[in-house]
């Protein structure tokens, strides 16, 4: 049973603008914005992400983050922090 749509992340290392939404804009067709399923997010450096609009969450340099199924869908990630090198692949 399929329970995904698709994938995306980024296509090289990227670095942070402090605040910049990180999950795309929905297409225009769409009815809703993407609900991330599963995510990985690695870090070069010590940075905060905030998730669906809550409270900064710290995590260390090369520490990285990931969601699986199991978790809350993510609508929102932003790091908190310029010049945070980073690559992201998510499953919605």
Not at 24 to 38: C, E, F, I, N
Not at 70 to 90: M, P, Q
């Amino acid at each position: 049973m399929q329970e995904g749509n698709g994938y995306f992340g980024s296509s090289a290392l990227e670095t942070s603008v402090a605040n910049a939404e990180l999950i795309p804009t929905k297409p225009a067709d769409w009815t809703q914005g993407y609900s991330v399923k599963k995510l990985s997010f690695m870090n070069n450096s010590d940075c905060t992400l905030i998730i669906n609009g809550g409270d900064p969450i710290f995590i260390r340099g090369y520490q990285g983050f990931s969601t699986d199924y199991n978790d809350k869908y993510i609508t929102s990630l932003k790091i908190g922090e310029n010049g945070v090198v980073y690559n992201i692949v998510c499953a919605y």
